[in-house]
Every structure is written in structure tokens, then in C-alpha cells.
């Protein structure tokens, strides 16, 4: 698809000597960044949902089975023999 934007004259010069450098056409040049910079912004939203859900308090219920299951664990563990 075509469209037209507006690019600042010094950032267009660059993106054009960097397309040049790299044997690429303008157009790829811009595909590649913006594909890059949108997966940059989606791996953003994934980490600030992650820290969101990890940065919530433990309920206690989850601790306690927890602190139990070590316990059942460690038991297990020392019943055995090497």
C-alpha cells in the first residue's frame, strides 16, 4: 500500500544513507523500523502487564499451600536414602 507522511528533511537524508549503506529501498528501511518499533511497543505492554500481575500481593491462602508443600517436600526428602 502507498501513503504519504511527513519525515523531517535531516531524519529522511539519514534513513536514506543508512537504505544505501544496507542495499535496502527506503520503503523496506521504513518497513523494517516500524515493524521493530511495534514489536517493541507489544513486548512493553506484555512486560508492564507481567509486573502488574507480579507486583500484587500473594494471597494467603497461596502462601500457606505453599509453605505446605514445602514442608510435605522436605519430609519426603529426608525419608529417603542415598
Same mark, same amino acid.
Given at each position: 500500500?502507498?501513503?504519504?507522511?511527513?519525515?523531517?528533511?535531516?531524519?529522511?537524508?539519514?534513513?536514506?544513507?543508512?537504505?544505501?549503506?544496507?542495499?535496502?529501498?527506503?520503503?523496506?528501511?521504513?518497513? !523494517? +523500523? $516500524? /515493524?521493530?518499533?511495534?514489536?517493541?511497543?507489544?513486548?512493553?505492554? *506484555? %512486560?508492564?502487564?507481567?509486573?502488574?500481575?507480579?507486583?500484587?500481593?500473594?494471597?494467603?491462602?497461596? !502462601? +500457606? $499451600? /505453599?509453605?505446605?508443600?514445602?514442608?510435605?517436600?522436605?519430609?519426603? *526428602? %529426608?525419608?529417603?536414602?542415598?
Amino acid at each position: 500500500m502507498k501513503t504519504a507522511i511527513s519525515i523531517p528533511d535531516d531524519l529522511l537524508k539519514e534513513a536514506e544513507e543508512i537504505a544505501k549503506e544496507q542495499n535496502f529501498s527506503r520503503s523496506a528501511l521504513f518497513t !523494517i +523500523a $516500524l /515493524r521493530e518499533y511495534l514489536e517493541r511497543i507489544k513486548s512493553q505492554r *506484555i %512486560l508492564y502487564a507481567l509486573n502488574k500481575a507480579y507486583s500484587e500481593l500473594e494471597p494467603q491462602e497461596e !502462601i +500457606a $499451600l /505453599r509453605q505446605r508443600g514445602k514442608k510435605h517436600y522436605a519430609t519426603k *526428602i %529426608l525419608k529417603e536414602r542415598y
